[in-house]
């Protein structure tokens, strides 16, 4: 399983950006995505999830409302849509993926569930 993390960047306050994250190595339609992500000095962090094969997703409070994720099965990625960005935000991004907790919902925000992980990408947001 690989999966490829881009689409990070500099940006300001206010600004939008959306994440990719390539999957390959398998066929995914049973696997759960999740976005993590951890600012410098602090313990990784859950964003988002989604069930690929139902379209099922789950949002941290801390960005509902201005993050969204989605996935296309036809170039087996998922997406990480952010809007209203805030410094806040600021943080390296890391896509994951599992199987065997995707018909969990309440077990997709820990971390230690999945066994897969993208390499990361930075976005940093300017005040």
């Known amino acids: 399983v690989q999966l490829q993390a881009s689409g990070g960047g500099l940006v300001q306050a206010g600004d939008s950006l959306r994440l990719s994250c390539a999957a390959s190595?398998?066929?995914?339609?049973?696997?759960?995505m999740g976005w993590f992500r951890q600012a410098p000095g602090k313990e990784r962090e859950f964003v988002a999830a989604?069930?690929?094969?139902?379209?099922?997703?789950r949002i941290a409070d801390s960005v509902k409302g201005r993050f969204t994720i989605s996935r296309d099965n036809a170039k087996s990625t998922v997406y990480l849509q952010m809007n209203s960005l805030e410094p806040e935000d600021t943080a390296l991004y890391y896509c994951?993926?599992?199987?065997?907790?995707?018909?969990?919902?309440?077990?997709?925000?820990?971390?230690?569930?999945?066994?897969?992980w993208g390499q990361g990408t930075q976005v940093t947001v300017s005040s």
């Open positions: 994951a993926a599992d199987r065997e907790v995707a018909r969990y919902n309440s077990r997709w925000s820990n971390d230690l569930e999945y066994n897969y």
């Open positions: 190595g398998r066929t995914f339609s049973s696997y759960v």
């Open positions: 989604i069930n690929w094969s139902t379209g099922s997703t």
